[in-house]
């Protein structure tokens, strides 16, 4: 079954190449993109786990048509307290975004986008390889597998002297699967999305940004029996960015909401909960850049996550403590050849997980480290 998954993810970034190329320069541009990855990560509870992944990426536009096919090898291993280490290696989800831009014809610019999520992925996991569902804090790739899901999206976009504007909605049907051995025929509910942005040009240099998003999750079933709904989940923003001479530089703070979620009752059916299961997020991103030459950029990257306590007691089950999170990263980006550019990078993190439902006795204090070498040739 697994060389089945990966012989159709293998065929899907193939056929990019099948229907698109090989064509002129003035007609097509396409792009290809690989390397390497690597996270590891350790907890003062001598936990510990890392992943190696290789994405596999096909990307090409035509006019006003774009189309891109993104994958990924990936090995995860992981070595929770008090239990034998788990692995597995595997073929990621296969991932198709396809979009066509009309511009100038319409008093607002329009996007219409479809993505696919095919299941070339690992799901029907053990028990014990449940345990490869680490956090996303953690590693780059948290999901080994999904169903087939369908995303259609439509974006209005606007500009009038030193404003632009841009409304975005989007639904997600997906596709049902089997989610463990005990869990099969799982249907996650389909989720339906709302978001928003505004800019406006300060300075020459200065831009200031307002964004915005709303999800509202559908139910999940299991058998078709209710199962869990997820709670709305709303995010509000706002960044400054600056842009002049080799300096390229943006700063932004979000906040997070997420609204309470309906649980199965052994009585039948769900219920909303008594309190919030999830606390209020905050966000604080820094990203900059420095051309050094023509050929040469460095970058930098700084982020800080804080997570408050849910709204249950501590000792409860559902209780979950605070979070904390620091990031800081370094990466130099350089053209190597005239179609073919290189990137390689290292970020370092340390995240204070206060009492959970799955650590209830004791806080963790989590540090990793990711690096990674990419490369991208466009044609």
Known sequence: MKAIKIVIGILCLVSVWCITGPASATEF????????????????????????HTPIEV?????AFSLRVLSAIMYTETSPEGRDDVSVSNFADTKINASYEI????????LIGLDLNLPTGETRLS????????????????QLGEGFNINPTLVLGREWERW????????????????SEEVEDYDPGNIFTLSAEVHYLLTSAWQARLFAQYADYGQDTVRDAAFYEEGDF????VGLDYSAGPWETSVSLRSIQRAKSRFDEP??????????????????????????????????????????ANDYPRGEDLYVGERRKFALGVAVARQLLANLSGEIGVKGFIVDDDETWYHPTSGRRYRGLSAAVTFTGTF
């Open 29 to 52: 541009e396409y792009t290809l993109h690989t390397g390497f990855h690597f996270d590891l990560w350790r907890s003062d509870a001598d936990e510990s786990g890392f992943q190696f």
């Open 59 to 63: 990307a090409g536009r035509y006019d």
């Open 103 to 110: 511009i100038g014809r319409f008093p607002v610019d329009i």
């Open 127 to 142: 028990a014990d390889d449940l345990l490869l569902y680490l956090d996303p804090d953690l590693v780059s790739i948290t």
């Open 164 to 179: 632009a504007a841009g409304l975005g909605a989007g639904y997600v049907w997906r596709g049902s699967y089997d989610y």
């Open 234 to 237: 709303m995010m509000i923003g």
């Open 267 to 308: 009585s039948g059916g769900i219920l909303k909960e008594e309190a919030n299961s999830h606390g209020d997020e905050w966000v604080a991103d820094l990203f900059c850049r420095y051309a050094l030459d023509s050929r040469t950029t460095l970058k930098g990257l700084a982020q800080f996550l804080s997570i408050d």
